[in-house]
Nanobody, 122 residues
Framework: QVQLVESGGGLVQPGGSLRLSCAAS????????MGWYRQAPGKHRELVAG???????NYADSVKGRFTASRDNAKNTVYLQMNSLKPEDTAVYYC????????????????WGQGTQVTVSS
């Protein structure tokens, strides 16, 4: 079983900053992808930042230039630095990972974190 543990959400004023963290734990042979999604009330869950292993990080157009995602591969941890926050960034943010759990089975599994609330309001 793989678990994703998120932290760093909270309430912030417009123009402020937050830093989210997500650590993957459990039996993991290799991480193929880690990223961040968000979902606002009444809207579909959307990709915020995706970090394929060995590839380039991609961002949603709405956050380009403001958000920066990073990975610490040794710790199986990802971060999301959010600057110049806007009220429309308010959402539940979810950590997501695609992993291979064993060295003997060529199977990939996907996991979601529990979500952390980010509220941007004056």
């Amino acid at each position: 079983q793989v678990q994703l543990v998120e932290s760093g959400g909270g309430l912030v004023q417009p123009g402020g900053s937050l830093r989210l963290s997500c650590a993957a734990s459990g039996r993991i042979f290799r991480v193929h992808f880690m990223g961040w999604y968000r979902q606002a009330p009444g809207k579909h869950r959307e990709l915020v930042a995706g970090m394929p292993t060995g590839g380039n990080t991609n961002y949603a157009d709405s956050v380009k230039g403001r958000f920066t995602a990073s990975r610490d591969n040794a710790k199986n941890t990802v971060y999301l630095q959010m600057n110049s926050l806007k009220p429309e960034d308010t959402a539940v943010y979810y950590c997501y990972a695609v992993v291979r759990v064993t060295s003997t089975q060529d199977v990939q599994s996907e996991y979601w974190g529990q979500g952390t609330q980010v509220t941007v309001s004056s």
